[in-house]
C-alpha cells in the first residue's frame, strides 16, 4: 500500500543557513508531490510541488528535488528564517487513482529555526 | 471569497454526542475533500465530493461519520455518538479540478474537535 515517510522528525537550524527536509514513499505510481508547511492551528499551506515527469522544481528561497529511483523527495529552504518555523509535510497523488487530489500525507518534519 | 472556511474551529462535547462541522469552499471551486489529523501525525484522507456527488470515503470514515455536500457548495461532516478516538483536526480543502487536474487546492484552517 502506499505509504510516506521522513527521515527526521524533526530539524534545528541556526537563521541563514540553509534546511533540507526529506521524505521516502513507497507507491512507485505516484505521480504528484507536494510539500506543505503548517503552522500551529492553521491548515497545511502549499509551498511547491512537483510532478514525476521532473526531478527539480525551483520557487522562491525553496527548491524541490525528486528521486525516483530511490523513491525519494526533498525539500530545500535557502537563508531559512525564524518565520519558516513550523511542521512540514510532503504529500502524494497516485496516478491510477479515480479520486482526484486524494493525497496521501507524511508524517511531517519539525521545522525550528534559532534567531 | 478569501479561502475555505471552516466552522465551528473548535468544539469540545461529550461523549456520546453528535456533532456537526461546516466547509464553505472557495466559490468556484467544485471538488471538496475531508481530512483528520491527528497529533503529530498528518492529514489523513476521509471523503471526496465533486459538486454535490461523494465519489470515494476512506474505510476511515466509520457508520457514525456522514458527508455532504447538497447543492455542490458548502459541506457538512457529522459525527455521531461521539468517542475519545475521534478527538483530532477535520481539516477540509477545495479545488477547481477537471479530469486529473486540480487548480487552486486549497485548505481550510480546520474544526479542532475534543471528545470528554
Known amino acids: 500500500g502506499e505509504s510516506v515517510g521522513l527521515h527526521l522528525p524533526t530539524l534545528s537550524v541556526q537563521e541563514g543557513d540553509n534546511s533540507i527536509i526529506n521524505c521516502a514513499y513507497s507507491?512507485?505510481?505516484?505521480?504528484?508531490f507536494i510539500w506543505y508547511k503548517q503552522e500551529s492551528g492553521k491548515g497545511p499551506q502549499f509551498i511547491i510541488d512537483?510532478?514525476?515527469?521532473?526531478d527539480k522544481r525551483q520557487g522562491q528561497r525553496v527548491t524541490v528535488l525528486l528521486n525516483k529511483t530511490v523513491k525519494h523527495l526533498s525539500l530545500q529552504i535557502a537563508a531559512t528564517q525564524p518565520g519558516d518555523s513550523a511542521v512540514y509535510f510532503c504529500?502524494?497523488?497516485?496516478?491510477?487513482?479515480?479520486?482526484?487530489?486524494?493525497?496521501?500525507f507524511g508524517q511531517g518534519t519539525i521545522l525550528t529555526v534559532h534567531p | 471569497d478569501t479561502g475555505v472556511s471552516q466552522n465551528p474551529r473548535h468544539k469540545i462535547t461529550k461523549r456520546g454526542q453528535n456533532v456537526t462541522f461546516r466547509c464553505d469552499p472557495i466559490?468556484?471551486?467544485?471538488?471538496l475533500y475531508w481530512y483528520r489529523q491527528t497529533l503529530g501525525q498528518g492529514p489523513e484522507f476521509l471523503t471526496y465530493?465533486?459538486?454535490?456527488?461523494?465519489?470515494?470515503k476512506s474505510r476511515l470514515l466509520s457508520d457514525r461519520f456522514s458527508a455532504e455536500r447538497p447543492k455542490g457548495s458548502f459541506s457538512t461532516l457529522e459525527i455521531q455518538r461521539t468517542e475519545q478516538g475521534d478527538s483530532a483536526m477535520y481539516l477540509c480543502?477545495?479545488?477547481?479540478?477537471?479530469?486529473?487536474?486540480?487548480?487552486?487546492?486549497?485548505f481550510g484552517s480546520g474544526t479542532r474537535l475534543t471528545v470528554v
Open positions: 466559490s468556484e471551486h467544485n471538488r
Open positions: 465530493f465533486q459538486n454535490e456527488a461523494q465519489l470515494e
Open positions: 507507491n512507485s505510481a505516484s505521480d504528484y
Open positions: 480543502a477545495s479545488a477547481r479540478g477537471t479530469g486529473n487536474q486540480n487548480y487552486g487546492y486549497t
Open positions: 512537483i510532478r514525476s515527469n521532473m
Open positions: 504529500a502524494l497523488e497516485y496516478a491510477g487513482g479515480t479520486s482526484y487530489g486524494k493525497l496521501t
